[in-house]
């Protein structure tokens, strides 16, 4: 990968979307805002534009792209088959936050599908990645914009910090609504009569899924460590995630046995730069710096504070975070699995 010397920041205005256009149709990498999370895009028609993304990422080769389309008509050429269930999904929850996994037409690149005989296809709701998307006139691949790793960013600052230098542009579209990944779904099942199978939680709810396209069945691996030697579903869930460079520890237990436990933790780690990655509400009992990440009954408020608080711990030189854990309903489910991996799986009973 060549270094570069500036990455250009541009509004979300038509000048900056016709410049990101032009750009991405020239194989450049362009950083997008989209309502879950920012993106690392590239040409998804053009396998050399997208095996540049991995260079750029640090992203290991076997871990599989998603291509994102403004319009149904662009799904069709990707795909060998659409089942009915995914038509369902498509017309209940697209254009959102949801990613479904369909065996690949050969019109996608070897490199955008990491060799799988499958494509991720999603259709963004942000309408800054909508307007690129049809203003570069082909779907584009793109992954979070983070480097390999670290925790997906949700504004256009936390691209330049990972990605300054090493990608031609970033369009600001202020903060991700959303705030973690999609729902990816594997619909492969279902062209044999089976189930759709949620491979990662987001902003698309199990129950909303279930709502249009009947049974889910939960891959383990969204609340389980991955077992020695398994083969991973989703390439993506067997690598380390979603980490800050602290340690991040998950504590369970009610507001007062969560504080009273970290306030004990801190005293007993003097010499290590302690701090509670909380909710609003806890701030008042703790006795150590607090990160928050939304509040405690809300889990869309917590989805949109994660990976900000996670970058935080990291400008602050924290060295240990306890983690009030989250609940699992809704697209808390999603804040659950993204925590669990940036805890690796460490998680304690207050
Ligand atoms: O919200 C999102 O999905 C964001 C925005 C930019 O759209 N994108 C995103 O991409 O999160 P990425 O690459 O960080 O995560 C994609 C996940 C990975 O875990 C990858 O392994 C999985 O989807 N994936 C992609 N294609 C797949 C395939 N054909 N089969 C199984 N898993 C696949
Ligand atoms: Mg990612």
């Not at 088959?81 to 254009?95: F, I, K, S, T």
Request: proline content about 9%.
């Amino acid at each position: 990968m060549e270094e570069r010397k500036q990455t250009l920041l541009l509004g979300s205005d038509a000048e900056g979307i016709a410049q990101a256009a032009r750009l991405l149709r020239e194989s450049e990498l362009v950083g997008i805002p989209t309502e879950t999370v920012y993106g690392l895009a590239a040409d998804a028609l053009n396998g050399t534009a997208a095996a540049r993304i991995f260079a750029a990422k640090g992203r290991p080769q076997d871990n599989p792209l998603i291509v994102h389309i403004a319009s149904l008509s662009e799904w069709e050429p990707l795909v060998r088959e659409l089942p009915a269930q995914a038509v369902r999904l498509a017309e209940a929850y697209w254009p959102g936050p949801l990613t479904m996994i369909l065996p690949r037409s050969g019109r996608v690149p070897e490199a955008v599908s990491a060799g799988l005989p499958t494509v991720a296809v999603r259709m963004p709701s942000h309408p800054v990645a909508r307007a690129i998307i049809e203003a570069a006139d082909r779907p584009l691949a793109a992954p979070s914009a983070n480097r390999s790793g670290s925790p997906s960013p949700t504004t256009a600052a936390h691209v330049l910090a990972d990605m300054e230098g090493r990608i031609a542009a970033v369009v600001d579209g202020g903060p991700c609504s959303v705030g973690v990944e999609s729902t990816v779904v594997d619909l492969t099942p279902t062209l044999q009569g089976g189930p759709v199978r949620l491979l990662r939680p987001g902003g698309i709810t199990v129950p909303q899924l279930e709502a249009a396209a009947g049974t889910v069945v939960i891959d383990p691996a969204v609340t389980d460590r991955l077992a020695e030697g398994a083969v991973a579903s989703s390439p993506g869930m067997k690598y380390k995630h979603y980490a800050p460079q602290a340690q991040v520890i998950i504590v369970r237990g009610d507001p007062e046995h969560y504080a009273a436990y970290v306030n004990r933790r801190a005293q007993e780690e003097p010499d290590r730069h302690v701090a509670a990655l909380c909710f609003e509400e806890d701030r008042p009992r703790l006795q150590v710096p607090c990160v928050m990440y939304g509040r405690r009954d809300d889990p869309s408020s917590q989805a949109r504070g994660l990976f900000d608080a996670m970058r935080r711990l990291d400008a602050d030189g924290i060295d240990v975070a306890y983690a009030a854990c989250p609940g699992q309903g809704g697209v808390g489910l999603a804040v659950y699995n993204r925590l669990l991996r940036a805890a690796a799986f460490t998680i304690v009973d207050a």
